[in-house]
C-alpha cells in the first residue's frame, strides 16, 4: 500500500525533547471523519447524558512508555492545583454525575491526589483511579497505595501490555512487568479483584504495534490463566485501540505506517461503535482546568464547544454541546470500538 501522504512540517514530542518531524495531517484516500458520521444521519454528535468526570491531575509519570497519548513523564511539570481540583468538586456537586476517573500520567504524584480521593468519597462518588502500578513501588510514600485504594474502595484501572516480560518491558520500560507482578499481588493481598469481594481491579491491553487488537473476551481468558501463574486475579481485561496521538502517531511517521494504519481503521469502521462513543457521556478536565470532549481530544488542545473551563462548569450547556470529532476519532470506531473502559459492541 502507498506512503504516499500529503505532509506538513508539524513539532512532536518524544523523550528528548521537541523534534521536528513531517506529519501526516491527513493521508491520501480518506474520508473525514465527519463524512462517516454523516453517513450515519449525524450532522453533529451530541452528548446522550454526562455520566463520567475524567479529570487529569497532571502528566508526571514515573515511567515513559512508548505509545503514552499522553506523552507523561519524570520530567514533565503539568500538575493540577488544589484549587482547580476544589473547582472540580464544586461542579459536580449536586449533578447526576456517578463516575469521577482520575488518571494522568500517574495520578498518585500529584501532591493532593489523597485530598481530592477523600474528598469526592465523602461525596459518595465512584471513584476510578487508573494506576499505572509500578508507581506503588516507585517510592516508600507509594507502598500504602493498595490500602488507601481499600479504604475508599476505589475501582483501580490499570495498564498491562502483556503478560509476558518481554512485551510488557518494550512497550513501558525494563523491569516494568516484574514490578507490575509485584504490585498486583499487593493489590490483591488487600482483596482486590478476589472472588467474593467489591474491590474491582481492572488491567488494560494495548496492542504494542500498528494494528487493531484481539478479541476482548478471548484476551481477557488469556490474562487470566497466565496471571494465576503469579497467583495474580482480577476483574475485567479492557482493550483499547491505540490512537494516531502523540507517541504513538510519532512512531506511525517515524516507521511509514501511518497511512496503513488510517487505512486500517478506516476499513474496520463500524456504525454500531460511532453511536457507542464514550465522548458522548464523559466529560474531560485537563490539568489546568479547561474541558475536553475525550481524554484525546485533551491531548491535542480541542477544548469543548461550551464553556471551556472548570469555572464556568454548566451541566445542561455541556449537554447540548456539539462534540468535536477529528481523523483520531476513527481509532474508537473500528471493530468492537474502544473507550476508557474497553470495546463498546
Not at 180 to 189: D, E, G, V
Request: with cysteine; hydrophobic share 35%.
Amino acid at each position: 500500500m502507498t506512503q504516499s501522504l500529503k505532509r506538513q512540517k508539524h513539532k512532536l514530542s518524544s523523550p528528548e525533547g521537541q523534534i521536528e518531524v513531517l506529519d501526516n495531517v491527513t493521508p491520501i484516500g480518506i474520508p473525514t471523519f465527519e463524512s462517516k458520521l454523516s453517513e450515519l444521519g449525524h450532522t453533529t454528535l451530541k452528548p446522550t447524558t454526562i455520566e463520567v468526570f475524567q479529570v487529569n491531575v497532571g502528566k508526571m509519570c514515573n515511567q515513559v512508555c512508548a505509545h503514552c497519548h499522553v506523552d507523561a513523564g519524570p520530567d514533565r511539570k503539568e500538575i493540577m492545583t488544589k484549587e482547580t481540583m476544589q473547582q472540580c468538586l464544586d461542579a459536580i456537586e449536586g449533578t447526576d454525575i456517578k463516575t469521577v476517573d482520575i488518571t494522568g500520567g500517574a495520578p498518585e504524584m500529584n501532591p493532593n491526589f489523597r485530598w481530592l480521593v477523600e474528598e469526592l468519597s465523602a461525596m459518595g462518588k465512584e471513584i476510578i483511579v487508573r494506576c499505572n502500578l509500578t508507581i506503588i513501588l516507585a517510592n516508600l510514600k507509594y507502598h500504602d497505595l493498595p490500602e488507601f485504594f481499600r479504604k475508599h474502595n476505589i475501582n483501580v484501572v490499570s495498564s498491562l501490555p502483556y503478560f509476558t516480560a518481554k512485551r510488557t518491558d518494550a512497550q513501558r520500560g525494563d523491569g516494568v512487568f516484574d514490578k507490575s507482578i509485584k504490585a498486583l499481588q499487593m493489590l490483591n493481598a488487600v482483596g482486590y479483584g478476589k472472588e467474593n469481594s467489591d474491590l474491582q481491579l481492572d488491567l488494560v491491553y494495548n496492542p504494542a504495534g500498528a494494528f487493531l487488537p484481539g478479541d476482548q473476551t478471548t484476551l481477557e481468558n488469556q490474562f487470566k490463566r497466565k496471571l494465576l501463574e503469579y497467583d495474580i486475579s482480577f476483574n475485567n481485561l479492557f482493550v483499547i485501540t491505540n490512537l494516531p496521538v502523540s507517541r504513538f502517531l510519532e512512531y506511525l511517521i517515524r516507521s511509514e505506517k501511518y497511512q496503513d494504519y488510517m487505512d486500517e481503521l478506516v476499513n474496520a469502521f463500524n456504525p454500531v461503535a460511532a453511536e457507542g462513543v464514550m465522548c458522548r457521556s464523559t466529560i474531560s478536565v485537563g490539568w489546568d482546568g479547561y474541558l475536553y470532549d475525550c481524554d484525546f481530544n485533551q491531548m491535542l488542545e480541542l477544548r469543548v464547544k461550551a464553556a471551556s473551563h472548570i469555572a464556568h462548569f454548566n451541566i445542561e450547556e455541556l449537554t447540548a454541546r456539539d462534540i468535536i470529532v477529528n481523523q483520531h476519532c476513527y481509532g474508537c470506531t473500528a471493530g468492537a470500538g474502544s473507550s476508557c473502559g474497553g470495546t463498546t459492541v
